[in-house]
């Protein structure tokens, strides 16, 4: 186990108490991105950049990103989408280098809300 396995394993029971107990309403949107995915990528990406590379054993490399996709699904369902969420971790870790914005990562994977 890394040194970053109870903060994933935290994660993840709060991601799946939270798609459990999902209440969907339009304005939790955002702090299931923030407060919940982004946390799991953001997780990631300093394992994967902070000097030296954090190898995740194969559990917590799932624990992670089932986690992160209970959030994408929680933040779909508030804008009315049922989504079952199957993105990798690495996936979504490259496109927020590449925007510097949980919301823009959310709406690239899920599509929700749709791009005019």
Do not use: K
């Amino acid at each position: 186990m890394s040194r970053y396995g109870p903060r994933i394993a935290a994660l993840e029971r709060r991601a799946e108490r939270e798609r459990a107990a999902l209440e969907a309403d339009a304005t939790d949107a955002a702090s299931y991105l923030r407060e919940g995915a982004g946390r799991a990528v953001w997780l990631y990406v300093e394992a994967r950049t902070g000097g030296r590379l954090v190898p995740f054993s194969p559990a917590e490399l799932a624990a992670l990103e089932n986690a992160m996709n209970r959030w994408f699904e929680c933040y779909a369902r508030c804008h009315g989408v049922a989504l079952e969420a199957a993105f990798t971790i690495r996936e979504a870790a490259e496109l927020l280098v590449q925007t510097r914005n949980i919301d823009d990562v959310g709406q690239l994977l899920t599509g929700v809300p749709p791009r005019n």
